[in-house]
Nanobody, 117 residues
Framework: QVQLVESGGGLVQAGGSLRLSCAAS????????MAWFRQAPGNQRELVAR???????NYADSVKGRFAISRDNTKNTVYLRMNSLKPEDTAVYYC???????????WGQGTQVTVSN
């Protein structure tokens, strides 16, 4: 069973930056498709960024140019660098791992990001 442990959330002023980290257990990290999702109160969970096993990336239009997802397979860790943060970025951010040999889809516990005016 894959376990995902997130860190790096917090409160930041608009225009500031944060870096989220997600450390994964297990032996299959290098083939997982990793992603960050977020969920604000009253809203459904939405995809923020995804990184494939070959390091190709996809971003939501709302964060493109401001956020960057990366992975370090030697550390079993995925990162989300968030720059130029806006109040509308406020949400609980969740790390996600998809095993293409599954069917398995794993989630972290979530970390709160709050952006103030």
């Amino acid at each position: 069973q894959v376990q995902l442990v997130e860190s790096g959330g917090g409160l930041v002023q608009a225009g500031g930056s944060l870096r989220l980290s997600c450390a994964a257990s297990g032996s299959g990290f290098s083939i997982y498709r990793m992603a960050w999702f977020r969920q604000a109160p009253g809203n459904q969970r939405e995809l923020v960024a995804r990184i494939l096993s070959d390091a190709r990336t996809n971003y939501a239009d709302s964060v493109k140019g401001r956020f960057a997802i990366s992975r370090d397979n030697t550390k079993n860790t995925v990162y989300l660098r968030m720059n130029s943060l806006k109040p509308e970025d406020t949400a609980v951010y969740y790390c996600n791992a998809y095993d293409p040999n599954g069917p398995h889809d794993f989630w972290g516990q979530g970390t709160q990001v709050t952006v103030s005016n």
